[in-house]
């Protein structure tokens, strides 16, 4: 996992977004990449899971950290 590279768009909502939802957005986008849409709908889907990805390790690590 690394972060997203920097100029992609930013997703910063998806903080504002519990963890659960988050896991349910990132189980859709693996669907849908899966399903194999155009190449730009590829590349946004990565990008945005890859975003998700470093926010719920963020807040795993944030756990760990004050537990």
């Keep these: 996992m690394h972060r997203p590279n920097y ?3 930013p997703y910063d909502w ?3 977004l519990p963890d659960h ?4 957005l990132e189980y ?9 849409p155009s190449a730009f709908s590829v590349f946004k889907a ?5 975003a998700i990805e ?9 756990r760990r ?3």
Excluded at 28 to 36: A, D, V
Excluded at 46 to 50: A, D, P, Q, T, V
């Design 7 to 9: 100029g992609s768009t």
């Design 14 to 16: 998806l903080y504002e």
């Design 21 to 24: 939802d988050l896991e349910a």
């Design 28 to 36: 859709g986008l693996h669907e849908l990449i899966r399903q194999r």
């Design 46 to 50: 990565h990008s945005m899971r890859e």
């Design 54 to 62: 470093c926010i719920l390790f963020d807040r795993q690590q944030s």
């Design 65 to 67: 950290r004050y537990a």
